[in-house]
């Protein structure tokens, strides 16, 4: 793909989703990530009308449930190419970029992208040696990625002048679309004082601002446009989609230090990336998946990928704006909020969501007036972000 | 009782102690703590710098749940703990803080000491460092 300038292909070179599939989020002990993966891709299968046989190219993500590749004794033994791909929060993505990149190489007209994860209860654990950092960092209590998110927050809400209520309408948000999809976690709507209220983990966040590690799964079917509308009544044209790592000051997970300013983050990079090359811009997007580990990242989210200005969440969010019938639905499933964060699952659930909901058949609350762009974003440790742009 | 500390090449001196990072002779970079190359540019050579003791807090939060090993809480036990950036001007250094909430806030003025993190299983004391409130912010700055 071309930097800096917008992407025209012939449509036999364009990849569509044309079938999408999902494990319910949450928490069954009895179900194991490989046997909720399996569920997704026999779900996007089915919802593409199409045989694993017919899967020319496959990509797998999961943190730490396992080799994807390993599916094909569940799934069936066709000899069928399968990239597993591990890269955090942007696991998800990444295999969707590996499928379309084969796809539009001519390996294969359809592919699969699959994610699952199942993590243990409470915050995560991470080695210090894993991210290239001495073990007196984690010894002495600062490795965690929750500090990182409040740290960010409270430096963000202090620059911009945005209340801590703020971060309470978000989190009331996700939990209301939760309440309604019958695949989140979390679906008891709460009151933007219960959230206040709740207990604090790392100040300005409390309990409910952040999500927790969970399991999950979601599968997509990709196919080029030759196949796609043969396929698919409404298959949903992946305008764009772009993977960054972070450049020289951005703010960081894990960061002993940090450049004085000012603080770029690879967000902005990425978001930038799609806009540009589907020949978009955020105010044409109608449906909005952003990553919200916390609400403090959703908040910070909204304007790094620019679909507000720094400063106006809090205006947008009182008026609104960010519920399913407002001007920029925003996690219109619930979020990792309300679904929780299985690492290798949520970055293809955003795309499930966005996709249902540009086919006009979303499990929960549906945007109406057929919303025609939608947008994903994902970011995590240590420092990248991807962003994708969907149309009908 | 003896002590150590966390990490020895954090450290320079002993009293006054003081956190020591890099310096990039091509772009002035400031990292901490130190490392041979340089994160900006592929021009410079790094070499040891030896940090500002006072700065004002960038931002702050609480530790509220005791985190998972290989956290290592004190020998009293885990009490709840600020963490928070320093900057110190040419660089921001996350540390903890040892400042009482009622006067935590972003922009107060905080200098280096060092506090006991956890102890050894022979009874160490193992010491990192920290910043405190700066009762005289505007001498030797």
């Known amino acids: ?392 | 009782m003896t002590t150590r500390l966390v990490a020895e090449d954090l450290f320079e001196g002993v009293d006054p102690m003081r956190l020591v990072g890099a310096r990039c002779s091509g772009c002035h970079t400031v990292v901490f703590p130190r490392q041979d190359s340089c994160p900006r540019c592929a021009d410079g050579a790094m070499s040891a710098h030896v940090l500002p003791v006072r700065g004002l807090v960038w931002s702050w939060t609480l530790q509220a749940f005791p985190p998972k090993p290989p956290y290592r809480p004190p020998a009293g036990g885990f009490q709840p703990y600020h963490v928070g950036y320093v900057d110190l001007g040419e660089v921001l250094v996350e540390a903890r803080l040892e400042v009482p909430r009622r006067e935590m806030r972003i922009g107060l003025p905080v200098r280096l000491t060092t506090m006991p993190a956890y102890h050894d299983e022979d009874g160490t004391e193992v010491l990192t460092f920290a910043f405190r409130p700066d009762p005289s912010p505007e001498e030797d700055r």
Not at chain 1, 2 to 10: D, F, H, K
Not at chain 1, 13 to 23: K, Q
Not at chain 1, 218 to 238: H, I, M, S, T, Y
Request: with cysteine.
């Open chain 1, 1 to 392: 793909m071309t930097e800096g300038r917008p992407t025209t292909r012939a449509r036999s070179d364009e990849v569509y989703v044309v079938g999408c599939g999902m494990h319910p989020f949450g928490r069954d002990d009895t179900v194991t990530g490989m046997a909720m993966a399996e569920r997704a891709v026999r779900e996007a299968l089915a919802d593409a009308g199409v045989g694993w046989e017919d899967i020319g190219y496959a990509a797998g993500g999961s943190d730490v449930s396992g080799k994807p590749d390993t599916l094909v004794g569940r799934l069936g033994l066709t000899g069928v190419p399968f990239v597993n791909v591990q890269n955090g929060c942007a696991t998800g993505a990444s295999t969707v970029l590996a499928v379309a990149n084969a796809l539009r190489a001519g390996e294969a007209s359809l592919g699969l992208a699959v994610g699952f994860d199942k993590h243990e209860r409470g915050a995560f654990n991470v080695s210090a040696a894993r991210y290239g950092l001495g073990d007196w960092y984690a010894e002495s209590g600062m490795m965690l990625t929750t500090q990182f998110f409040a740290l960010k927050t409270q430096r963000y809400l202090h620059e911009h002048g945005v209340s801590e209520r703020a971060l309470a309408m978000v989190a009331a948000r996700a939990f209301r679309n939760g309440a309604q999809h019958p695949m989140a976690w979390r679906r008891k709507p709460l009151t933007e004082q219960e959230i206040l209220d709740s207990p604090e983990v790392s100040p300005p966040l409390t309990q409910y601002m952040f999500c927790s590690p969970g399991q999950g799964a979601a599968a997509l079917v990709l196919a080029l446009g030759n196949r796609a509308f043969d396929l698919c009544e409404r298959p949903v044209r992946l305008a764009s989609l772009a993977l960054r790592t972070r450049r020289f000051g951005s703010f960081e997970v894990f960061s002993p230090w940090l450049p004085p300013g000012p603080h770029r983050s690879p967000s902005v990079d990425a978001a930038e990336a799609v806009f540009r090359r589907a020949d978009l811009r955020p105010a044409d997007v109608r449906v909005a998946q952003l990553q919200d580990t916390d609400s403090g990242s959703e908040l910070i989210h909204l304007a790094e990928t620019g679909l507000c200005d720094h400063g106006e969440q809090e205006e947008l969010l009182a008026a609104g704006d960010t519920d399913a019938t407002g001007r920029i639905p925003v996690n219109t499933d619930g979020g990792c909020l309300a679904g929780g964060e299985p690492v290798g699952a949520s970055g293809l659930r955003q795309f499930h969501e966005v996709v249902r909901q540009l086919q006009g058949r979303a499990p929960g609350a549906q945007v109406p007036g057929a919303p025609r762009v939608g947008f994903t974003h994902v970011y995590g440790a240590p420092g990248i972000s991807a962003c994708a742009v969907l149309t009908v």
